[in-house]
C-alpha cells in the first residue's frame, strides 16, 4: 500500500500564496512521478502541474519541484485568483517492490479557497 499525505490547502485571499505538499509512503521502491490535479465544484478534475510543465491557466504563477529523494512533491502557488478555488490533489505512480508495475494512487486532497 502507499498512501499519499497533501498539507497546506487554506484560504487566502486573492493575490496570495500557497505552498501544497504531498509525501508519499508506505511500500515503495520507486516513485516514478508525482503530479497535481484540481477538481472545482460542479467541474472535471484537472491536470495542474507535472513532469510536463503547469497548465496553461496557472503558467507563471504556480510551480511544481519534488524532494531530492523524489517522495514529496510541492505546488508552490502565487498570485493567487478566486477562480483557482478547488480541491488539490497529489497523484503518484509508483513502482512498490522490484519488478512490480506502476501503479497509480491518489491523495485525499485538499481545499484550497481563494476569496476575491
Known amino acids: 500500500q502507499v498512501q499519499l499525505v497533501e498539507s497546506g490547502g487554506g484560504l487566502v485571499q486573492a493575490g496570495g500564496s500557497l505552498r501544497l505538499s504531498c509525501a508519499a509512503s508506505?511500500?515503495?521502491?520507486?516513485?516514478?512521478?508525482m503530479s497535481w490535479y484540481r477538481q472545482a465544484p460542479g467541474k472535471q478534475r484537472e491536470l495542474v502541474a507535472g513532469a510536463s510543465g503547469v497548465a496553461d491557466s496557472v503558467k507563471g504563477r504556480f510551480t511544481i519541484s519534488r524532494d531530492n529523494a523524489g517522495n514529496t512533491v510541492y505546488l508552490q502557488m502565487n498570485s493567487l485568483k478566486p477562480e483557482d478555488t478547488a480541491v488539490y490533489y497529489c497523484?503518484?505512480?509508483?513502482?512498490?517492490?522490484?519488478?512490480?508495475?506502476?501503479?497509480?494512487?491518489w491523495g485525499q486532497g485538499t481545499q484550497v479557497t481563494v476569496s476575491s
Open positions: 508506505g511500500t515503495i521502491f520507486r516513485v516514478n512521478s
Open positions: 497523484y503518484a505512480t509508483v513502482v512498490s517492490r522490484p519488478g512490480d508495475p506502476s501503479r497509480a494512487w
